[in-house]
């Protein structure tokens, strides 16, 4: 019985014992004074069943049958078995069958395939979103196993914008500067040059040289860049630093997002190796995942800035290395040796130092004074080691021979001007 039938049992018992007339009844019931009457007589009639709403314990008009709901689980068992109610649902409904994802939670609850463990966190204040798509991105790199428990894991590289939640993401090895360039890369491509960036203390982003100190005209910034955050400054990103991961916590929740979504659609997919995992990204799964999660930026302005103006991309995303031009006109790079061909007028001379760029797609160009030097890469000439034979005194020989042939140094006691002379080198050689 519910709460509002035991407190008509109170009164209609109340009524029974002459406590209450029917009349009395039906104001403290809030109920007129004819359905009062129904109520008590059925109440007469059938006891406390008389009291209970007729439709309780029945299955509602609008039900699931059992058919359907033994159909829907035994799919998830075969097929989705891990899946959270809500992705389940989706998979489910572009086969066919179409239900809420509660009707699935309850469902799964019941027969034990599901239960969410929450995790309890201390408090923090939430930071509000920027105003602006492209005025702040979040940088970081997910490890995991992403193509099953028994395969090694692997890097999701994820970029992801603070003011809607759109996100890119590439699979790598490991977290590294060309994966971080690759992938800021084509975001520019996509969207344009952001304002800033959101990045944590690894040397992949942020040297260890650099940072800010107090001097005499308030901070001042210490020299020292990593080739990402070389080419940032080249195109006028700003980096900012994290010093936990919940000062980047958008990037670090979306880590879950991945986690769980990501590696379901590698299974279903049957997708063991991170080039058709990256091929899975840029086909379908990054603009699902941003049509369904991203949100409207509250301002309309785009903080993003054209790439045009800061020349080609190739010659911004790529590591920078300094050289010093050889007598010949050479320079040696990565155990290789770079002719520089004659140029009229010269440009560059012997003992300059050149800038060396090696790029994405693993060419190397030739630089100076922001002017690309023609050269080509040349054989290297074998050395030849050549063995100089020992000529003149050799003290491993002589000792050996020493030692074979000891010869004993008599000395004459009998002579005084011999025993006067080793007394003086004695006395020498102490002195000494």
């Known amino acids: 019985m519910s709460i509002k039938e035991r407190n008509r049992k ?5 009524v029974k014992e002459g406590q209450y007339s029917l009349v009395e009844a039906s104001k403290k019931l809030s109920l007129s004074y004819r359905q009062t009457k129904r109520i008590y007589a059925r109440y007469q009639l059938k006891g406390d069943q008389g009291l209970i709403h007729g439709s309780c314990g029945k299955a509602s008009h609008n039900a699931y049958s059992n058919e359907f709901r033994e159909k829907v689980l035994n799919l998830y068992r075969i097929k989705y078995e891990g899946f959270g109610p809500v992705l389940a649902c989706e998979k489910l409904a572009k086969e066919g069958y179409h239900f809420s994802d509660e009707s699935l939670r309850t469902w ?29 991105l979040q940088l970081d790199g997910s490890f995991h196993q992403w193509f099953g428990e028994d395969k090694p894991r692997a890097c999701l590289m994820n970029l992801i914008d603070d003011a809607t939640g759109k996100t890119l993401s590439l699979l790598s090895q490991e977290e590294t500067t060309e994966a971080a360039m690759v992938l800021l890369k084509k975001w520019i491509e996509r969207y344009g040059v952001p304002s800033a960036i959101y990045v944590d203390l690894k040397t992949v982003y942020v040297s260890p040289k650099r940072g800010e100190t107090e001097g005499e005209e308030g ?8 080739h990402f955050s070389a080419a940032c400054k080249k195109l006028g990103i700003r980096i900012i630093k994290a010093y936990s991961p919940q000062a980047k916590g958008r990037v670090e929740r979306n880590h879950a997002v991945y986690q769980d979504r990501f590696v379901k659609e590698l299974r279903l997919e049957s997708i063991k190796t991170i080039a058709e995992g990256n091929t899975l990204l840029e086909s379908s799964f990054v603009a699902e995942l941003n049509e369904k999660f991203a949100k ?14 800061y020349g080609s991309l190739d010659q911004i995303f790529c590591w920078e290395y300094t050289r010093v031009v050889q007598q010949d006109w050479t320079i040696r790079f990565l155990k290789g040796c770079y002719q520089i061909e004659n140029m009229k007028p010269l440009v560059v001379r012997p003992k300059n130092k050149i800038t060396v760029r090696q ?3 693993g060419s190397i160009t030739l630089w100076f004074k922001e002017k690309r030097l023609p050269a080509s890469k040349i054989e290297l000439q074998a050395q030849i080691k050549i063995e100089k034979q020992k000529v003149g005194y050799d003290s491993l020989l002589r000792s050996k021979n020493a030692t074979k042939n000891k010869v004993k140094t008599s000395f004459n006691y009998g002579d005084p001007g011999l025993i006067k ?6 006395k020498t050689a102490l002195t000494s």
Do not use: Q
Request: net charge positive.
């Open 10 to 14: 109170v009164i209609l018992d109340a």
């Open 359 to 361: 790029h994405l797609d």
């Open 421 to 426: 002379k080793a007394i003086l080198k004695e």
């Open 108 to 136: 799964l609850i019941e027969e034990g395939l599901w239960d969410r463990k929450r995790k309890r966190s201390p408090y923090r204040k939430s930071r509000e979103r920027r105003a602006c798509f492209g005025e702040l």
């Open 296 to 309: 409207v930026p509250r301002s309309d302005i785009d903080a993003h800035r054209d790439p045009k103006a």
């Open 219 to 226: 901070l001042e910034f210490k020299e020292g860049f990593t």
